[in-house]
C-alpha cells in the first residue's frame, strides 16, 4: 500500500496561457489538479478535474472548492491566476468594466480562497498564490491602468495580510507580479514595443512566470513574498 499523500493544486484561469501551462507543470510534479475558467473543456487526465465557470460567481468558486475535495479529497495549493486586465484613461472605465473587474480579481479572489484556507486549516497546511501585476508598483502613463492598480494591488496586500494571520497554522501566501508577458492576449505585432517598457529589453515568457510560482510552491520558508518577475519594470527605469 502506498501511503504518499498525492497533493492537489487549484488553478484558476486555467484554459490557456499561464493558466494552462501550470496545470501541467503541476501535474509533472504528481500533483493532482483542479482547473477553472469559464471556457475550459473536460479533461482526458484523470489527475485533472476541470470545473467551467465564471470565478467571479462566487456559486462557480464554491463548486471548485467542494467538486476538486470530492474528486481528491484535499487542497495544498490554491493559484489565484485568473484575472481581468482593462488598459483605458481613468475617465473612460465603464460602469461595467468596473464590475467586471472587480467580480473576477476580487471577489473571486475572495471567494474561493476563504474556502480553500478553511480547508487548508483542517489540513494544517496549504499554499495560496496569487498573480498579480507590477503596474501596482511601477505605473505607467502609457498603460493607464487605475482599476488593475486598484484590484491586483488589493492583491498584493491581501497577500502580506493572509501570510501574516496563519503564518503560525502552516499555511503560507506570496504573489507573483509579471510584467508584459507572452500570451495570447498579446498579437506577435505587438511584442517589439512592448519588449521596450522592461528594462531587460524583452518580454516575459509563460514559462517566466509558471517558475516563479514554482519557486514559491517549493520555498517553505518564504510567506508574504510579492516576487516580482517583470524584467526590471519595478526596479524603475
Known amino acids: 500500500m502506498n501511503d504518499t499523500i498525492q497533493k492537489v493544486a487549484v488553478v484558476t484561469g486555467a484554459s490557456q496561457g499561464i493558466g494552462a501551462a501550470l496545470v501541467q507543470e503541476f501535474r509533472k510534479r504528481g500533483y493532482a489538479v483542479v482547473a477553472n475558467s469559464r471556457?475550459?473543456?473536460?479533461?482526458?487526465?484523470?489527475?485533472?478535474?476541470?470545473?467551467?465557470?465564471?470565478?467571479g460567481d462566487p456559486a462557480v468558486a464554491a463548486s471548485v472548492i467542494s467538486e476538486g475535495l470530492r474528486a481528491f479529497g484535499r487542497i495544498d495549493t490554491l493559484v489565484n491566476n485568473a484575472g481581468i486586465f482593462i488598459a483605458k484613461p481613468f475617465t473612460d472605465y465603464t460602469?461595467?468594466?468596473?464590475?467586471?473587474?472587480?467580480?473576477?480579481?476580487?471577489?473571486?479572489?475572495?471567494?474561493?480562497?476563504?474556502?480553500?484556507?478553511?480547508?487548508?486549516?483542517?489540513?494544517?497546511s496549504g499554499h495560496v498564490v496569487n498573480v498579480t501585476t507590477s503596474l501596482v508598483n511601477h505605473a505607467n502613463s502609457n498603460v493607464p491602468s487605475v482599476l488593475a492598480s486598484l484590484t491586483k494591488g488589493g492583491l498584493d496586500s491581501a497577500t502580506k495580510s493572509l501570510a501574516?494571520?496563519?503564518?503560525?497554522?502552516?499555511?503560507?501566501?506570496?504573489?507573483?507580479?509579471?510584467?508584459?508577458?507572452k500570451t495570447p492576449m498579446h498579437p506577435s505585432e505587438t511584442h517589439e514595443v512592448l519588449g521596450s517598457m522592461h528594462p531587460i529589453g524583452r518580454m516575459g515568457e509563460i514559462d517566466d512566470i509558471v517558475r516563479g510560482v514554482l519557486y514559491l510552491e517549493d520555498a517553505s520558508f518564504v510567506t508574504g513574498e510579492i516576487l516580482h518577475v517583470d524584467g526590471g519594470q519595478s526596479a524603475g527605469h
Open 164 to 181: 501574516i494571520e496563519y503564518a503560525g497554522r502552516g499555511i503560507r501566501a506570496n504573489a507573483v507580479a509579471p510584467g508584459i508577458i
Open 39 to 55: 471556457t475550459i473543456e473536460p479533461s482526458d487526465d484523470p489527475g485533472v478535474l476541470t470545473v467551467q465557470g465564471d470565478i
Open 95 to 124: 460602469p461595467e468594466d468596473y464590475a467586471a473587474i472587480v467580480a473576477v480579481n476580487l471577489t473571486g479572489f475572495y471567494a474561493i480562497t476563504q474556502r480553500a484556507v478553511a480547508q487548508m486549516l483542517e489540513q494544517g
